[in-house]
Each structure stands twice: as C-alpha cells, then as structure tokens.
C-alpha cells in the first residue's frame, strides 16, 4: 500500500537549517509531482512547495521563497525539503503529499521547532 514517511525534524535556533525527507513506497514515485505542506494548531494545512515527477521544476509559497529548496532522488523513492534561514513562524509539523483524483495521501508528519 502507499505509505509515505517524514523524518528530519526537530528543534533548531532561528537562522539555522534542518532537512526532512520523505521516504515513498506502494506507487510508482517517479511518475508523480509531490508536494510538501505544513500545519500550526488551530490552522489548516499550507502549502510550502510542489516539485514535478522529474525533479526539473518547482513552485513555493511566497513565505518560504529563496530559503526553502525542494529536491527529489527518484532512485531512492525520496523527496527533499531544505530549510534555511528558519524563521520561529516556520514552526509548524511538515507533511509530505502526493494526490491524485481518487484520493489524497499524506504522512505521519515531523514536526519543526524554531526557538531559542
């Protein structure tokens, strides 16, 4: 079955850097865009970024510009999210995603701290 899982979170001092992984099985990984999101208690889920099925084209959301990177190694079934210059609202959990018209699926979530 499809399962994807997030790891690489943690606590880091703003400024510093963190990056998550997410590791895809039970579908085909190299054929299909993915996306990170995040989530804060009380809010719902917000887009961070999409990177398509072969890695050469990506898209952010506006609050991580030009300090989030999206990467993917098809050959490892494994997406990339590199986080620079964290700021303490970039605290949230990170969720992988991969939809398709049938359903959505997500992860298990890793959750970002940034504080002092």
């Known amino acids: 079955q499809v399962q994807l899982v997030e790891s690489g979170g943690g606590l880091v001092q703003p400024g510093g850097s963190l990056r998550l992984s997410c590791a895809a099985s039970?579908?085909?990984?190299?054929?299909?865009?993915m996306s990170w999101y995040r989530q804060v208690p009380g809010k719902g889920r917000e887009l961070v970024g999409r990177?398509?099925?072969?890695?050469?084209?990506?898209d952010y959301a506006d609050s991580v510009k030009g300090r989030f990177t999206i990467s993917r190694d098809n050959a490892k079934n494994t997406m990339y999210l590199q986080m620079n210059s964290l700021k303490a609202e970039d605290t949230a959990m990170y969720y992988c995603?991969?939809?398709?018209?049938?359903?959505?699926?997500w992860g298990q979530g890793t959750q970002v701290t940034v504080s002092l």
């Open positions: 995603n991969w939809w398709t018209y049938i359903r959505t699926y």
């Open positions: 039970g579908f085909i990984f190299s054929s299909v865009a």
């Open positions: 990177i398509n099925s072969l890695g050469d084209s990506t």
